[in-house]
């Protein structure tokens, strides 16, 4: 039996026995029938919300380490150890597998700002330091990180929220009672179609395909690119040959047409790598976030 144990998202159980993977909020149900195919069973999705992912990432570890039960490793698991105390393991006790999608971030601005693009709303803010709110989930998390590092960068001061999930920031956002998200824009594009929400400029190195009419933070004045990831990793101590195999199972699925066009239409990016380059992805993610949690004081009980 198969185990896919999640963080973040809904619960997905299928009758038959499976594998356990942990997913993270950004991925869509299709990635697991994915798998389902490619590994010739059912799969089991085990949700483990809260906790920054770090429920999943014990559960995953106190399993026997025989490949079967899978994580799905985010930008929280190469940050957790360093922004929390008595997490209950290390870093190195995880090891990377594959990568499995790269995503970027959008700017969401409230419609309550009367700001129409990056350049109006730095100017908005300049000009009531501490008044502009921002939506935070979880200390260290890619949004606190980018919203502080932009703040720095544009020269402005904004208030931080801290939120319990995604869903209700939106809310939040569109309701006026928030001002300023940094977000995967998978979890924003829907409102900003609708008219809900504005999008002032994405972190990608180019303009999104599915978002063309949405600047780049490079093209409003903003030297600035970052991306998020997705991966899947297993408990350090899984003997080497089953890592192997299981790298190139989900090189298979990440390569197969079905696969990218369904990340692509979720405004991400189908992306593998080998487990050494998923640990390259990894190390760099701490080593981004380790500056700026230095200004964040003492690290924090989860």
């Not at 829907?190 to 972190?203: D, F, M, R």
């Not at 780049?216 to 903003?222: A, N, S």
């Not at 992306?271 to 500056?291: F, N, R, Y």
Request: aromatic share 8%; hydrophobic share 45%.
């Amino acid at each position: 039996m198969l185990l896919l144990a999640v963080c973040a998202c809904e619960t997905v159980e299928h009758p038959q026995p499976a594998s356990a993977w942990s997913f993270g909020p950004t991925m869509p149900r299709a990635a697991v029938e994915a798998g389902v195919t490619l590994f010739g069973q059912r799969v089991v999705v085990e949700n483990k919300p809260a906790a920054a992912g770090m429920l999943a990432t014990r559960d995953v570890l106190s399993q026997p380490k025989d490949g079967y039960s899978l994580l799905l490793c985010t930008h929280f698991d190469a940050i957790n150890t360093a922004v929390y105390k008595g997490v209950g393991y290390r870093l190195g006790d995880i090891a990377p597998i594959s990568l499995i999608a790269k995503y970027y971030y959008g700017l969401a601005l409230s419609p309550a700002i009367p700001a129409q693009d990056f350049a109006s709303f730095v100017h908005y803010a300049e000009a009531r330091p501490g008044e502009v709110s921002y939506a935070v989930i979880g200390a260290g998390s890619a949004q606190e990180i980018l919203a502080r590092q932009l703040e720095k960068l544009a020269g402005i001061t904004m208030n931080r929220i801290p939120f319990r999930g995604g869903p209700q920031v939106v809310q939040e956002l569109v309701a006026g009672r928030v001002h300023f998200y940094v977000a995967p824009t998978l979890a924003i594009m829907p409102q900003y179609e609708s008219g809900q929400l504005k999008v002032l400029a994405v972190t990608a190195p180019a303009r999104l395909q599915n978002a063309p009419q949405i600047p780049t933070l490079k093209e409003v004045g903003i030297d600035y690119v970052r991306f998020g990831w997705l991966g899947v990793c297993a408990a350090e101590g899984t003997p080497q040959p089953i890592i192997d195999r299981l790298n190139r199972e989900i090189v298979s699925v990440v390569a197969a047409a079905d696969y990218k066009n369904m990340i692509e239409n979720a405004g991400s990016i189908a992306a593998s790598s080998t487990p050494g380059q998923l640990k390259d992805v990894i190390a760099q993610t701490l080593d981004e976030v380790a500056a700026t949690m230095q200004e964040f004081g003492p690290q924090q009980k989860p």
